[in-house]
C-alpha cells in the first residue's frame, strides 16, 4: 500500500526533531570536537521539557505556534506530545512506534506509519546518542562558534524537504536552546526548549499510553 507522502514527511521532520533535542542533551560541557562530545556521552538517563514550536511561511502574517511536552528515557522511549493547538502524540518504545491524533472521538491511533522512514530515524539515533554526528549517513555536521552545531543533508531526497539544520546549545552544560529547521528560503520551523529536567524518574507508562 502506498504510504501518504505529506504523514511521512511530518512523521519523519517530527522524529528529526526529537532527534536533535537528544544529540543537543548529550553534549554536556560543550564540548569543541566531535571526539570531546563523543567522549561526553553515556550519562543521560531521561529528559523532560517543554516546547514552543514556530512555523514561519511567507503566507503568514505571523508563525503558527503549536505547544507541547517531550520525554525521553534511555535506551529507545521517547514521547513527543503535542497540547495545542491540537494534542498529537508519537510514542516510541521497545521498538514499538504509534501515534496518535485528537478527534471527535478523541485520541484515534493513526492507521498507517512511514515505518521505513522511523527505521531510518531509529538507526540514526544510535549515531547521535553516541555523539557521532560526523559519521551520519544523513547530514554533515560541522560545529561554529557561539555554540552552534549546522547539518546539511547528504542527500538530494532529504535537501527537498530540508535545506539545513541549526542548533544552537544553551548556557547550561546539557540543555539545548532551540532547532531551526530550514525548509526552503521562505519556510524555517523553530523550535525553543523550556524548563528542561535530566535525568529525573520518568513513569513507563508516559511512554505505552497516551491518557
Known sequence: ??????????????????LLFISG????GWADTWE????????????KAD?????????????FISKGVFYYQAPDSLRWEYTS??????LMHKGGIRRYTETTKGLVEASRMDHKGMQIILQEIALWLGGRFSDDPAFDA??????RIVLTPKEKGLSKMIEHIDLMLS??????????IYEGPDSYTR?????????????????????
Open 51 to 63: 516546547f514552543v514550536q514556530e512555523k514561519h511561511l511567507s503566507i503568514l502574517s505571523r508563525p
Open 85 to 90: 493547538p491540537v494534542r498529537s502524540i508519537l
Open 171 to 180: 548556557d547550561t552544560p546539557g540543555i539545548i536552546k532551540s532547532v531551526e
Open 142 to 147: 560541522a560545529l561554529k562558534d557561539g555554540r
Open 36 to 47: 570531546e562530545i563523543r567522549g561526553a556521552t553515556g550519562t543521560i538517563r531521561t529528559i
Open 1 to 18: 500500500m502506498r504510504e501518504d507522502g505529506i504523514t511521512v514527511n511530518r512523521t519523519r521532520r517530527m522524529a528529526l526533531v526529537i
Open 25 to 28: 542533551a548529550i553534549c554536556i
Open 191 to 211: 523550535l525553543e526548549f523550556l524548563n528542561a529536567k535530566i535525568n529525573k524518574e520518568l513513569e513507563e507508562a508516559l511512554f505505552r499510553e497516551v491518557s
